[in-house]
């Protein structure tokens, strides 16, 4: 199904109906609305003025809309922040982050916690049981602009409460921290002292402590709207839209508040936000990488328990991307039916019409600027919506054969400590996934802990803190599973568990690591064996007590295995990477494909769909019962088959 | 003319009249002096120290030369600051700029223009009719070191007042800028806050009226430095020296101040400054690149209505950039004739005597540090006094055949407003400019709405915005007019006008433009047909109801014709650029030479002079009578002729 | 003899003693400790805590170890800054550096020397006379992150003082600065502001009077809990564990405090933290280049006056540096012995074991990670144990025939006044050490104005402000002198001198240099003569009234020779530097061997030794008596040898 974002508040009344009755005849079903309008719902503190929505939620409900209506949370009003100055957030280098643009607030204020909550109450108690309302989004793409952490005076009484709970005692946080160090040790939870502006680096465990302190009240403050809305809106479902590349905080717990996830696919602009070479980013600067977009499909049909839309999705060049070039002629589909291919319910173009002012005026809609007339990209969504009609129900989505565990304090702790400077836990994460989906096959995301029954291949990138459930899991799996570098490293305390690392995973993996090394690019570190290729940017000196299946050029082991659970000691180049996978694949007694690099396959059901980001033409395999696209996949083109 | 900046309180008083003979012994007529004394001429508030200027002006003006006197006004002391600490600006990130350079001020203070008004007043009462002065400076170089924008209380106190003025209501002000669209609608003028330092980007439509309030500043108080001169000053012109690759205010509006424009030119340090490539760097590094001076001239030129003097010649080394190159032997002396060629009534060498102390004790000066001994530039200069006696008086300078529109607005625009990296607007200005001088040919440069009468040929690089006067000077132009990418793609208020790109030129150049493109390096888009190449950077999806002249790959249309409008979708290449104009001018009936990289041409009346940059010799056209230089123009040699 | 760092408030008070017994075991005669320790052994204000580190003592004394004991002023703890926050330095942004790591402390509050005085006696009171206790390190690594200088209120109260004391008057203080150049003159000493967040740069006088009031106030600093020490620790030496590449302050002066010098080699770090090419950080990654270290125990052999020690030497990977690999196998070893063959007395490796906690957990100690298994560099540690005491006393560090004047306050004035981006003086210092050490040839390093009798070679890279005593150093040398550039190019207040650089050398070196001219990578300047190569980066002017040895393209001098004074008007290439330093050797009668890149020889009175740095053997001379490995020096080997 198709959806689309739209801001009745920025056209003239007059033009609301015939943009609801031009987006039903293009195959649009779901109408997202309200999340940056607090200035106009409440221009002046207790002034409300409801007519306008009122009227906009009727007129798309009369066109046969359902509407999506986003709480205003994100844009909080002029009037608010001069009555409370301190929602303002704080940079980590001590300035305020004032009024002007979005997202001005710290999740650590507790007035704003009552304010979000009135507004929300109000807002839902009004809408809630409104006929053309399908469901809610909690305010607006959490953590973007990096406002998941504030550093200012909110957030340091917040953080020593935080410590308060946690700790008990000081004794207790001195000890988990280490605080005696640098003489750090504080007699009072009154003398800790935020993270940041020190001599030289702060304690790790305290900055650790603070992340997941901060990641934590993002999920509580989502919880809290949720709670909200769901006592004034019966039956009516509740989403957040997710970014992509955004770990700030835990999307696993955030997604435990909502029915099902929802994320922002922008492909084209993420080329130039992850750490891309140059030679990438010049490849698919126009079509996005083949991985972008489905990685984090998958990743966020896991965050959504199996259900999840495109809220919005890039229809044309954006604005906020070092550079933004135009999408390839087709694209704009493709990305469209990939997504559905990855199980979204929903794709929901971001936005109805490009708006000719502001600081999004360069950003493409399916309407040109301020006009009626489709641009390039809501022709192709035109196509999409006629296609998904002729295609009919598409068959339900099922159980990958691999598992990706993804873990986002892993994240916080390579960025707190990298000890390699281009150690960054999404770059592995990502092309251990890259790798999977040349294979042809299908993945899901599991947050660690989850029972891994069914699965035949475990990839583990990186999992630094293994809690116990996380441990159970991996000692019951089934399948064939795969630890990379810097697993168990680290207690929950962030110190070296004493058994030296992999810590919990020791004995399950076989192995001990007594030294690491990163090395800097150009260096590297040959890798032969059963699989062969070479150790960049990160490698591992180990102890086995299992098999030793290849071994770096002094011998020493570098990827080992023990009853089916395997330990890979370094960053893997893409050769080893590759190799190890397609080993470790057909151990598992997965058939495997060597994809080109720009073709990716997905299965929904007895589904097979094909997407082209290449250059050259893709031949499907002959005899497949095609449903959609031709038997020869064209550049930016899709077909899907059925066996 | 020749000229130097002297400072006599620099060095004992007993040498003062030595300075002064070997001056005007080397050919110099005019000594600029005064504009860093505040501290000397008002050590405390109210009490006055003009003795040792009046014998400075006495036994300059005794050795007859003409004296240029300075406002102090880029050099506040210590005392004024400390009575008013208000008049220090404040920087982007919100830290106070404080005492212990220069240009210490904010535009924006009241306090800071009574002070203003009260010294110069002095001065100009003390000096405005003391026989050997012959004009003013108006403090010294506006805007140097960032200081057009100021960004603390004062400022935003002001900025609130313009915007009253301006938009009478709050109603409006919302209305221009599009504040509905992320909740930033103000209530009050109050409710308006200076747009830094917030959580992402700020409104485009409030930084360009900023920059718009900041620039109106920088004139108005010129004007009121300027007004209080005539008013005691009779009969002395005024000028302000500007810099080059400063566009952060209006030139053309501080231009209308002044009887004549003058500007200091740095031709090595700028080749660091300018967003050459690496390769342009190295080679150029000794002897600047060749299109840099000339292109500030012919600007320059333009601003004073005809009239301009270089008031800073580089002599030598200087201090300021990334590295500072000796100059190539010769290059000293070319660059005196070159401005001499393109217009110049003066060049002033900056300085007379290099300083042993202080903040610019690397940069060269005519003398050797605290010496008398010339310096190479020193006798270079000498040489040129000789020739300028030899040559005898230059014929006038004419109107060009070609007229460069060039606008501040734009600049700021697309600074506030890239959407590709690296898209500036004085790069595009300033390579188009180099393609036409390659071709030989004369350029004037125009503000917007100027009448372009006489002119066969109207370049305009970019005009974002385009105002009623604009629009019809071009409408009636009677020479071939090339508009480049994003012309006519803002209104007033930086929205996208309704009609889409160029907005107002839409009939005029016959086309619309519906999608943009930004590149990075390393794609390119080809463009073939009456002209062929490439586009970088930036490419333009237009549709055409002209003749399309070239198109892209997919057969777009890339340069367009309507009745003498042409329109260019894209940024083009050196090679696109190249062919472009030399099409362009063939159209206009022009006579166009292809120049090597490092020879340039000027005409001034019938007299032409060729400029070597490079390291081979060029000979200039068979027959030509030589009036300076030789008939093989060598390396780093200049000659002129007439036919 | 070897050495240890050891924190016993780290560990269970159970391991002291098992701890204790295996230093001794493997070779380790002294114990460094307490140098962070203040938040123990004084938990709040008065209140101490004396009885563990009593047990420690006594513990480690009764195994046979010799204790060094650190001052603990490094880490003061958090209630000493909630007395007193203004002890907290602020950096050059004008931010308070907080607690939360350490060295959050500036040198300049009267509050903080006061407070440190009373610790550093109640220590010294309890601890001066122990029997196990052998000598003191006073605070630890002055100057790291950044420390040695601090930009708030107590830092310009401290500055207007010095300033007073300095000038006596605000006339001579302008003058000295030359503050009449922007109108910068101050009325009063109150009138003087910190050389920071001014609009442009601010006065180089005034950057560099502060560089030396920090640099002094470290060495009083310093010298205040020397004077306490001593007059409490009678019969004990004092050192202060110094750092690689950090010339914030005056070394020599601080050298003078202290019975002996030591510092902390981390020869892998290092790689990236000095100018090297990306070419040579990856050829070095693993092994350092061959002479940071040794320049180091050079140059800290010569701040002890003939006594150093390695106080924290390397032991593995660290985590501080960008990319933090393991070192190659044997270089813990290697490193030990280039130490000792150097001079060093001890060396003391950092640390005893790995902290599975806080900041350093991932710095290597001869421990893995709270256990008591050596690591890698333990069990080469161990060998060295062993061979030490095979190989006997070794014999006297004898006078070298190469001396290099090492300036810091040169370091400072490149800095303030760099002119062209890549000249940074420890660089070039760094370049001539290296070149001469490839002639095989021992170096002692001098501060300007020692005498240098008995010196064959003296080497200036650079000496920017010639005192009085150094010249006349100069002018009595019995050896071969070569000054560099930028030699005696300002007066003692950063002016340039009458007479032109190089100023009071003028006479003795026969040169003025007239112009200067830095040039940016790329650009060189053939030079050829009696010794050719190119001139890079910086390239003078000069007339020399001596012998021209060698010139530039243009037939200007670039070496000149007059009465065995030889002046250098460049910054050498690789080329030009070797065969100028192996023509000067030569005619000073010096033998020299060509060494390969990765070879370093070292003499310690008739032994020689050599380390291998590189991937291929070298054979040692034939014949040569082996007292130390093998006569092939095998990759990270080292052999020694008597003749
Ligand atoms: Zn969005
Ligand atoms: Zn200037
Ligand atoms: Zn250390």
């Not at 281009?422 to 042809?440: N, P, T």
């Not at 080992?560 to 598992?588: F, N, S, V």
């Amino acid at each position: 199904m198709l959806g689309v974002c739209y801001y009745p508040e920025h056209w003239p009344e007059a033009w609301w109906a015939k943009d609801a009755r031009r987006m039903r005849d293009m195959g649009i079903s779901f109408v997202r609305i309200g999340e940056f309008a607090w200035s106009r719902l409440e221009p002046k503190r207790g002034e409300f003025d409801f007519a306008w929505l009122d009227r906009a939620m009727d007129t798309l409900g009369a066109a046969g809309l359902k509407v999506v209506l986003g709480t205003p949370t994100a844009t909080p009003p002029k009037w608010l922040m001069d009555e409370y100055p301190e929602i303002a957030p704080v940079d980590q280098q001590g300035r305020v982050r004032g009024f002007g643009s979005r997202r001005h607030y710290t999740f650590s204020s507790e007035v704003w916690w009552r304010e979000s909550a009135r507004i929300v109450e109000i807002i839902a108690k009004r809408y809630g049981e409104h006929p053309a309302l399908d469901g809610w989004q909690t305010d607006n793409e959490y953590g973007c602009h990096d406002t998941t952490q504030s550093w200012g005076a909110e957030d340091l009484k917040a953080f020593r409460r935080w410590l308060r709970l946690r700790y008990q005692s000081t004794d207790q946080l001195n000890e988990a921290w280490g605080n005696v160090f640098w003489s750090m040790e504080v007699a009072s939870f009154e003398d800790v002292v935020l993270p940041n502006l020190t001599v030289t680096e702060t304690n790790p465990a305290a900055r650790l402590d603070f992340w997941r302190f901060q990641s934590q009240q993002v999920a509580a403050y989502d919880k809290m709207q949720c709670e909200i809305i769901r006592k004034n809106s019966p039956g009516r479902w509740i989403t957040h839209n997710f970014m992509g590349f955004v770990n700030d905080f835990d999307h696993w717990k955030v997604g435990e508040n909502l029915d099902l996830a929802s994320w922002d696919s922008y492909p084209i602009g993420f080329v130039e936000k992850f750490p891309f070479s140059q030679e990438e980013r010049n490849r698919w600067a126009e079509t996005s990488h083949p991985d972008i977009a489905p990685f984090h499909h998958d990743l966020y049909r896991g965050v959504g328990r199996g259900r999840f839309w495109i809220m919005e999705q890039q229809p044309g060049p954006v604005n906020w991307a070092p550079w933004n070039p135009v999408p390839k002629p087709g694209m704009v589909r493709l990305w469209t039916w990939e997504a559905l291919a990855h199980g979204a319910e929903v794709v929901s173009y971001f936005r109805w019409r490009q708006a000719p002012f502001a600081q999004e005026q360069m950003h493409a809609g399916l309407n040109l600027p301020g006009s009626d007339e489709l641009s390039v990209g809501g022709r192709e969504a035109e196509i999409v919506g006629r296609e998904i009609i002729e295609t009919g129900v598409l068959p339900a989505t099922e159980q990958a054969p691999v598992a990706i565990v993804y873990d986002y304090e892993t994240y916080w702790a390579t960025v707190i400590q990298p000890q390699g400077r281009d150690f960054q836990y999404h770059d592995l994460a990502f092309r251990w996934y890259e790798a999977v989906r040349k294979l042809g096959l299908n993945v899901d995301f599991l947050p660690p802990g989850t029972a891994l029954e069914g699965y035949k291949l475990v990839l583990v990138p990186s999992l630094m803190m293994v809690a116990d459930a996380a441990l159970q899991a991996f000692s019951a799996a089934d399948g064939i599973v795969l630890y990379g570098p810097r697993s168990g490293s680290r207690t929950r305390q962030f110190a070296i568990p004493e058994n030296l690392p992999p810590g919990p995973l020791a004995k399950l993996a076989g192995v001990r690591v007594t030294q690491v090394s990163s090395l800097r690019p150009g260096l590297d570190d040959a890798v032969s064996g059963a699989v062969s290729g070479a150790a960049i940017r990160w490698r591992e000196y180990v102890e086995a007590d299992g098999e030793v299946l290849a071994t770096f050029a002094n011998g020493d082991p570098a990827l080992t295995a023990k009853d089916g659970h395997h330990y890979l000691a370094c960053w893997p180049d893409q050769e080893l990477l590759r190799q190890t996978l397609t080993h470790l694949a057909a151990k598992a007694g997965l058939e495997t494909v060597s994809l080109p690099d720009h073709i990716r396959l997905r299965k929904r059901g007895g589904m097979t769909f094909a997407f082209n980001y290449g250059t050259e033409v893709w031949a499907i395999p002959a005899g497949a019962n095609v449903v959609l696209g031709e038997t020869e996949v064209k550049p930016q083109a899709v077909s899907a088959w059925k066996e």
